[in-house]
Nanobody
Framework: QLVESGGGLVQAGDSLSLSCAAT????????MGWFRQAPGKEREFVAS????????YYSDSVKGRFTISRDSAKNTVLLQMNSLKPEDMGVYFC????????????????????WGQGTLVTVSS
């Protein structure tokens, strides 16, 4: 089970941190990532990482502004979002790949095996 938290309303240029707590899986055996979905648009990849290694991947639109990290002791993956833009607005979903997946394989919706319920991020201009 994946449970996200940390969404909210911010102004453009602000920062926000999202958290995803994972239960029921051996954290180190999975790739974990974040996707987002804006109204009327398809769900898109944001960032992912391998929990057992340092493989980290970002979409071009967030590279340099967002940082994905892990807290293995808490089975949690974090997304620090800086310099937020109105186009970053949407529902953010935490995702996990299948067993022994990696961040590389989680760069598309098809690579996700389970999803959180989503948390809304609103960025005002």
């Amino acid at each position: 089970q994946l449970v996200e938290s940390g969404g909210g309303l911010v102004q453009a240029g602000d920062s926000l941190s999202l958290s995803c707590a994972a239960t029921g899986l051996t954290f180190s055996n999975y790739g974990m990532g974040w996707f987002r979905q804006a109204p009327g648009k398809e769900r898109e990849f944001v960032a992912s990482r391998s929990m057992a290694s340092d493989g980290i991947y970002y979409s071009d639109s967030v590279k340099g502004r967002f940082t994905i990290s892990r807290d293995s002791a808490k089975n949690t993956v974090l997304l620090q979002m800086n310099s937020l833009k109105p186009e970053d607005m949407g529902v953010y979903f935490c995702a996990a790949g299948g067993p022994f997946s990696t961040g590389w394989s989680l760069q598309s919706v098809a690579g996700a095996d389970s999803w959180g319920q989503g948390t809304l991020v609103t960025v005002s201009s």
